[in-house]
């Protein structure tokens, strides 16, 4: 599941590993969502280090789930999952 635009924002990288190649990965926030969306415990893992090391925003991370085509279900579980991961992230870092 991924949010409106998401195509938009997508990132060139350029990894040493690959001989040079450059590919396409999705930004931060979008990926994040996946995984929220997706809901295994490794990532939800990975979303809660994500927050705890102000590499995504709450704002951001809420809106862009707004525009993501989720069942009512999933959403209220994406949205409590951001929440929580904030509510236990850092001071400053929201």
């Known amino acids: 599941m991924l949010p409106a635009g998401w195509k938009k924002r997508l990132v060139r990288e350029k990894i040493a590993s690959t001989g040079g190649i450059e590919g396409l990965c999705l930004e931060g926030h979008d990926r994040a969502l996946s995984k929220y969306a997706a809901g295994r415990r490794r990532d939800l893992e990975f979303t809660r280090a994500l927050a705890r090391h102000g590499m995504t925003r709450r704002r951001t991370l809420l809106a862009r789930a707004a525009t993501t085509a ?5 959403r209220r579980r994406v949205e ?3 929440v929580r991961d ?3 992230a ?4 929201r």
């Open 86 to 88: 904030f509510a236990r």
């Open 70 to 74: 989720l069942t009512p279900e999933v």
């Open 80 to 82: 409590g999952r951001i």
């Open 90 to 93: 850092r001071p400053g870092k």
